[in-house]
Structures are given as C-alpha cells and as structure tokens.
C-alpha cells in the first residue's frame, strides 16, 4: 500500500486551524484525486478544494481517485492508501454496465418459450432458431453433478471469453467457443440486428428502437480492461465500441464457432420475420451444425405441446441485485415470457433488450472477479444458467474465493457460495469452506419445508465427504437467509455537485 506525506502538514490539535488543517483528524477517511506530479517528484492530489502535494504515490496515475486514511503520528500527518477503490477503467466499466444489466430468467423464459414445439402457436421461425441454438449451448443439469462436467459449464459460462481468446496471441492455438454462453449470445444479438435492418430495408419504416449494436455489447476482458465510454441513457443505443474491444465481427474467424448454430446467419438478413399462421405447422429444426450439441426440449422432453411456463412467484420479475464483488450471490427466480404478447417486430426489439442486460450483468460479473490488490482475496463470480428436465432454464449463483492471507503455516482456505431458486425449494444458499482436510459447510433455506428437507441429507453429505478423506468441522442448516454483505463497493456514483 501506499502511504503519503503531505509536505507542510500538521495535526488539527497543533496546527493552526485552517479548513486543510481540519482534515488532518486520525481515521478520518478521504477521498483524493491524483492530479500528477511536480516538478520536484512529489504527488500532487486534490482533496476537495485543497490541492496537496505529498511524497510519495508511487505507481499512481494522474487522474486515479484513491481513498486514503489519515494517520497522526507526532508532529506530522501520513495519508495510508486503501485498498477499496477501484482502477479508473473498471469504475468506469461498471457504471457504464450497472444501468443496463438485466437478470437472465426473463430472457431465458422467452428462449425456452420459443423453443418448446406447440403447433397451435405460430412463432417467427428466425427467432425459434436463435432460441434452440443459445439453449443448445447451455448445460444440462444431469450434466453438472459431474466434476467435469461443472469444470466445463463453469469455464463456458462467458465469464472467461475474452481470456480465452488472448490466450491464443501466446499459445497460437484456437480456442473451442462453440459452447460458450457470452459468444453465443454475442452471435444472437448481431443476427437480430441483421434482420431488424433486413426489415428497415424492406418495409422502409423507422428501425426497431433501442435494437442494441452487438458490436457494442460490453466486452471488457477479465485480464485487460479498458476506460469505458459514458453511460447512455436507458433505452438509447450505446456507443461505438473501443478500438480493440472483441466483438463478433472482430473475434478471430477460427476462434468463434462455426456460424451454423445462429440459424439467423444461415437463413440470411432477408429471412421473413412472422412465420405463416398454418395450423399444425412444425417449427423450424435446429440447423444440422447442433447435432453434437445437448439437447433441447422437443415433443419427447415436454409433458404436453401446450405446457404452461413455471409458477412465477411475487416479486420474482424484480430487477436482479447486480453481480458486484461484496455483494452476497442473490438466488434468481424463475420469470415469465413477454413475448407472447408481442408481434414480430416488438418480439425482436424484446430480444434485443434483454440480450443486451444479459451481457452487461456478463461484464459485471468479470468485473467483480478482477483481482484488486494483494490485500483482498481472489474471487470469481459466475452465474450459470442450467437447463433442466422439464425444459426449463434455472440460474446458479457461485461465488468462488481464496484467501489472500492465511495465518503462518496454515494452508489458504477456499470457499464456495451456491444460491439457486426453484419452484419447489424457494431461495436456497450454501456456502463451503475448505482448508486442508477440513471442510466446513452451511446451508440456509428461506422456507422452513425446504430446510428441513436438507437438514434431513446431512448425515448422507457427512459420509460422502468423509469417504473423501475430509474431516467435517461444521455441518448445519438454518432457516431464513444469510445476512447481506454491508460493504459496497464505492466510486460508482458522484457525490459531489
């Protein structure tokens, strides 16, 4: 950390009693804009109205914001820098994601509406084709009980794109992206762009509005962030992109899959919007290209062509809490579609607006997983949607962590929190804690029904972990749910008029 001395400066109580003067209190903290440096090498800040020149600051960059702690010590003043504040570029990236970021139930409901057979509804087959493709890519939940299984939808979960692609300036080695969520919703978005200006062109009415750029969709790299442009306003078209930023048409060709799995690419921009209204006509099949892919619903995995969407219970079409590093993994509920209620033209601009959230709450999460300084623990934060039996789409909330700092001859613990919510259990949490061979294991349930339910597998867990050479510290289930982190992040709004 740095600490810096500001030249001229003495404690309240002996100073005079000037307004500077008057920040000079122990513990007070501070927030201070680096301005740069002097001719004599000192480290010029503005705190306030003050401008103050310090020794030290190495390693800082004129226009940072940084939160110091004063420290009296003496007959002079220390300004301790705290580790809090994030980089400029990532401030920056997350106030541009937070107003757009949207959960994925609501999306997902639309794509498992689309894609679920029900020859008494006529869909727009381009759309049926983009829903079938993104779901393709997602995992099963059978296949998430393997540990390779998780290891592979964790490190397709969109999280890690970018670091994947950088990954091939160094390796010269093209990474497989066919299953990864973020380049396949990057895919979808730019072939609905396609077909809103395919039918501006024909119809030559106003463009479907608020139809976001894919080329635009937040792609700031875990590894190598970049100054985001200024927010716009909700509903607006973004800004270009940065120069260097990956975007589908950007991305390497023989690093994106193939461009059979966006079926809109394959039909062309000129493909017809609405399908014709023919009773007991079949949607369109997935392209060829998705054969190897896992399946999604069809006639032998659904009960009845008509089935219902899941219960949706109040409050659950809320906005979802933004993925942010000190905020407790918050579980998603299960939404309903909107499209149902929407032609042709007002289904694509809904698509496209949720496309558009769900890619900005991708880059919060890669935000949130940046390491910060060497005094806070690593942490990763995914959210991993999960088809199911019933063809519907559940979201996994992880939250993966390494100490930073463990005592002296003790082994780092990791950690993990799960939140999920289904229909049948309501919010559920778990958190995991392992350090060496011994494991540590909590889980809460809002509803009282699902924690004794869990409460009831304990001693079953207890086995298995032990049959794994663990030694089981704490065991245990509560009900009710786990207090929500008081720390957030600060930088993201300005205060000041």
């Known amino acids: 950390m740095n600490t810096l001395i500001p030249i001229g400066s003495a404690p309240a109580a002996k100073g005079p009693q000037t307004a500077l003067a008057a920040l000079w209190r122990d513990g007070a903290i501070l927030r201070a804009v680096v301005r740069g440096r002097t001719p004599e090498g000192l480290t010029r800040l503005e705190i306030g109205r003050h401008t103050i020149d310090a020794r030290g600051g190495r390693g800082l960059s ?229 054969a190897s892919a896992p399946p999604v619903p069809t006639a032998a995995t659904t009960t009845t062509e008509a089935r219902m969407p899941p219960t949706v219970r109040p409050g659950a079409a809320d906005v979802a809490p933004p993925p942010l590093r000190a905020a407790t993994p918050a579980p998603q509920p299960a939404a309903p579609p909107t499209l149902p209620a929407l032609d042709g033209r007002a289904a694509v601009t809904e698509l496209s607006n949720q496309l558009s959230g769900v890619l900005a709450r991708l880059t919060l999460s890669q935000l949130a997983s940046l390491p910060t300084d060497a005094s806070t623990n690593n942490a990763w934060i995914i959210e991993l949607p999960v088809r199911n039996a019933q063809g519907d789409t559940d979201v996994f909330e992880f939250r993966f962590e390494r100490e930073a700092h463990a005592p002296e001859d003790v082994e780092p613990a990791w950690s993990v929190q799960l939140s999920f919510d289904f229909e049948s259990t309501g919010p559920v949490y778990a958190r995991v804690t392992v350090r060496g061979d011994e494991v540590t294991t909590r889980f809460r349930a809002r509803n009282k029904a699902t924690s004794d339910l869990i409460a009831g597998q304990l001693d079953r867990l207890r086995s298995r972990f032990e049959e794994r050479g663990l030694c089981v510290n704490a065991l245990g289930c509560h009900t009710g749910e786990p207090p929500r982190s008081a720390t957030v992040p600060g930088g993201f709004v300005e205060t000041r008029a």
């Open 62 to 290: 004129p226009g940072q914001r940084i939160d110091v702690q004063v420290a009296v010590e003496r007959d002079r003043v220390l300004l301790k820098q705290l580790g809090n504040t994030p980089a400029a570029p990532v401030r920056d990236a997350v106030r541009q994601a937070l107003p757009r970021q949207a959960g994925q139930p609501p999306l997902l409901a639309n794509l498992g509406y689309l894609a679920r057979p029900n020859p008494a509804v006529s869909r727009p087959a381009p759309l049926v084709d983009v829903a079938r493709s993104l779901l393709a890519t997602l995992p099963t939940r059978e296949s998430v009980t393997r540990p390779d299984g998780l290891r592979a939808a964790l490190r397709d979960s969109g999280v890690f794109l970018e670091q994947r692609l950088a990954r091939q300036a160094t390796t010269g080695q093209a990474p497989r992206l066919d299953g990864d969520w973020k380049a396949a919703l990057l895919r979808a978005a730019a072939g609905l762009d396609r077909l809103a200006s395919a039918q501006q062109a024909r119809t030559g009415s106003t463009p479907v509005p608020a139809t976001v750029q894919a080329s635009a969709r937040p792609t700031v790299s875990p590894d190598s962030p970049r100054p985001a442009a200024p927010t716009p306003a909700r509903g607006a078209p973004p800004p270009p992109p940065t120069t260097g930023t990956p975007s589908p048409t950007s991305m390497p060709a023989n690093a994106t899959p193939a461009p059979g799995p966006t079926a809109l690419s394959a039909r062309g921009p000129t493909a017809p919007l609405t399908a014709p209204a023919t009773p007991g006509a079949t949607p369109a099949p997935a392209p060829a290209s998705q």
